[in-house]
């Protein structure tokens, strides 16, 4: 199985940045795509950025042009670099991946933009 660890939440004020990490430990051959779902209290949980083995990335609209996803295929990890930070961004960020047969979730890093 696939064990994926976050770091990198905290408390940041609003139009600051933070870089958030994902990396990814066990069965990492059978991994195709991995990215990052939010979770903001009394809301579901929605994707924020998916990004594939080969570099095809997907965001969600609202992040669009202040979040990039990227990947380290050699370390397993991947980033989300989070700019322009408003306090609607305040959320549990959770790593994703997936394989053919399964998907994989991270327990969770808190990430809270002050006004």
């Known amino acids: 199985q696939v064990q994926l660890v976050e770091s990198g939440g905290g408390l940041v004020q609003a139009g600051g940045s933070r870089r958030l990490s994902c990396a990814a430990s066990g069965s990492i051959f059978t991994i195709n795509v991995m990215g990052w779902y939010r979770q903001a209290p009394g809301k579901q949980r929605e994707l924020v950025g998916r990004i594939a083995t080969g570099g095809s990335i997907l965001y969600t609209n609202s992040v669009e042009g202040r979040f990039t996803i990227s990947r380290d295929n050699a370390k397993n990890t991947v980033y989300l670099q989070m700019n322009s930070l408003k306090p609607e961004d305040t959320a549990v960020y959770y790593c994703?991946?997936?394989?053919?047969?399964?998907?994989?979730w991270g327990q969770g890093t808190q990430v809270t933009v002050s006004s």
């Open positions: 994703w991946a997936t394989s053919s047969l399964a998907q994989y």
